[in-house]
Antibody
Framework: EVQLVESGGGLVQPGGSLRLSCAASGFTFSSYAMHWVRQAPGKGLEYVSAISSNGGSTYYANSVKGRFTISRDNSKNTLYLQMGSLRAEDMAVYYC???????????????WGQGTLVTVSS | EIVLTQSPGTLSLSPGERATLSCRASQSVSSRYLAWYQQKPGQAPRLLIYGASSRATGIPDRFSGSGSGTDFTLTISRLEPEDFAVYYCQQYGSSPWTFGQGTKVEIK
C-alpha cells in the first residue's frame, strides 16, 4: 500500500524557516518524481514544487522561487521542502504527492499524503 | 500560465441526481492533459480522472470526464451520499501546472 506521511509543520514567525518531510512507503520511491502542493485555509489547491526521480531536476512556482528548496533522499525514501523567508501568504496545509508516471513524470498526482499545516504568524 | 475557471462555484443537488461540473481553460490544454480530483473536508485530494476522460484506479463508473481544447466536463451520473465534496480540475499540459478554484457539490 502506497503511503505518504508528511511532518515538520508548525508555527513559525514571518521571515522564519521550516523544513517539511514526507516519508514514503509501499512503492519504489526512487522511480517517481514527487511534488508539493499547498492549500491555504478555506482555499483551493496551489502547485508549489517538483523534483525528478533522481533529484537532478527541480521546479518551483514563481510564488516560492528563491525561498523554498525541494530535495529528496532516495536512500531514506524521504522528500523534503526547505522553506525560508516565510510570509503570511505561505500559511497552508502542505501536501506531498506522487507523480502518476514512471519513469517519466506526467505531472498529475495519484497518491497524496494527509498534509501538514504551516502557520506563519507573529 | 493557463488559468482554469470552474463553474458553478456550488452545486446543490439531491442523492440520485446527475451532477455536471465545468472546467474552462484560458488557452488550449495540450493533448487533453486534464485531471479531476475530489476532496472531502479534512482529507487529501483523490485522483478521479486523468487524460480528460480516463478513470483512475478504483473510481466508480458513475464518474466520467469529457472535453478537449478549453472546455472540460466532469459528470457524476447518479450522486451517492459519499460524492458530496469539492472537485478540482488540474491541467498538466504546460508549466506552471495549475488547478481550478473548485466546485462544491452539496446536498440540497
Amino acid at each position: 500500500e502506497v503511503q505518504l506521511v508528511e511532518s515538520g509543520g508548525g508555527l513559525v514567525q514571518p521571515g522564519g524557516s521550516l523544513r517539511l518531510s514526507c516519508a514514503a512507503s509501499g512503492f519504489t520511491f526512487s522511480s517517481y518524481a514527487m511534488h508539493w502542493v499547498r492549500q491555504a485555509p478555506g482555499k483551493g489547491l496551489e502547485y508549489v514544487s517538483a523534483i525528478s526521480s533522481n533529484g537532478g531536476s527541480t521546479y518551483y512556482a514563481n510564488s516560492v522561487k528563491g525561498r523554498f528548496t525541494i530535495s529528496r533522499d532516495n536512500s531514506k525514501n524521504t522528500l523534503y521542502l526547505q522553506m525560508g523567508s516565510l510570509r503570511a501568504e505561505d500559511m497552508a496545509v502542505y501536501y506531498c504527492a506522487r507523480d502518476s508516471g514512471s519513469p517519466a513524470p506526467l505531472y498529475y498526482f495519484d497518491y497524496w499524503g494527509q498534509g501538514t499545516l504551516v502557520t506563519v504568524s507573529s | 500560465e493557463i488559468v482554469l475557471t470552474q463553474s458553478p462555484g456550488t452545486l446543490s443537488l439531491s442523492p440520485g441526481e446527475r451532477a455536471t461540473l465545468s472546467c474552462r481553460a484560458s488557452q488550449s490544454v495540450s493533448s487533453r492533459y486534464l485531471a479531476w480530483y475530489q476532496q472531502k473536508p479534512g482529507q487529501a485530494p483523490r485522483l478521479l480522472i486523468y487524460g480528460a476522460s480516463s478513470r483512475a484506479t478504483g473510481i466508480p463508473d458513475r464518474f466520467s470526464g469529457s472535453g478537449s481544447g478549453t472546455d472540460f466536463t466532469l459528470t457524476i451520473s447518479r450522486l451517492e451520499p459519499e460524492d458530496f465534496a469539492v472537485y478540482y480540475c488540474q491541467q498538466y499540459g504546460s508549466s506552471p501546472w495549475t488547478f481550478g478554484q473548485g466546485t462544491k457539490v452539496e446536498i440540497k
